[in-house]
C-alpha cells in the first residue's frame, strides 16, 4: 500500500490550496476505514488536521473548521483537503494518513505548504 500526497506550494496569506492523497495498492475503497491529514511545522509535533470515514463524515482540529474541507472520491481512492483562507500558522509539512479495517495505518511522505505573510 502506497499513499502519494500532492497539491502543496507557496501560497500568501488568505490564498487557498487542495492537498490530495492517493492510496494505491489497496484492494478496494471499502478496505479503508478512515484517512486523515496531519501536519508538521519546523520544530512541533505533527498534529491532527481532519479525517473522513468509511461513511462520509467529517472531522476536524478546532482550528482547521470552517477553513478546510475534507473530501473524497472513491473510485479514484483519493481524499482531498481544500484548504482556505490560509494564515502563515498553517506552514508546515502535511501527512495523509490511511487506517484500514484491518487497523493497519499507512503514511504518505509529505507535502510542503509555505504560507507567507
Known amino acids: 500500500v502506497q499513499l502519494q500526497a500532492c497539491g502543496g506550494g507557496l501560497v500568501q496569506a488568505g490564498g487557498s490550496l487542495r492537498l490530495s492523497c492517493t492510496t494505491s495498492?489497496?484492494?478496494?475503497?471499502?478496505?479503508?476505514?478512515?484517512v486523515g491529514w496531519y501536519r508538521q511545522a519546523p520544530g512541533t509535533q505533527r498534529e491532527w488536521v481532519a479525517s473522513?470515514?468509511?461513511?462520509?463524515?467529517?472531522n476536524y482540529a478546532d482550528s482547521m473548521r470552517g477553513r478546510f474541507t475534507i473530501s473524497r472520491d472513491k473510485t479514484k481512492n483519493t481524499v482531498y483537503l481544500q484548504m482556505n483562507s490560509l494564515k502563515p500558522e498553517d506552514t508546515g509539512q502535511y501527512y495523509c494518513?490511511?487506517?484500514?479495517?484491518?487497523?493497519?495505518?499507512?503514511w504518505g511522505q509529505g507535502t510542503l505548504v509555505t504560507v507567507s505573510s
Open positions: 494518513r490511511t487506517y484500514t479495517i484491518a487497523h493497519q495505518e499507512y
Open positions: 495498492g489497496i484492494r478496494s475503497s471499502g478496505y479503508i476505514n478512515s
Open positions: 473522513i470515514i468509511r461513511s462520509g463524515a467529517a
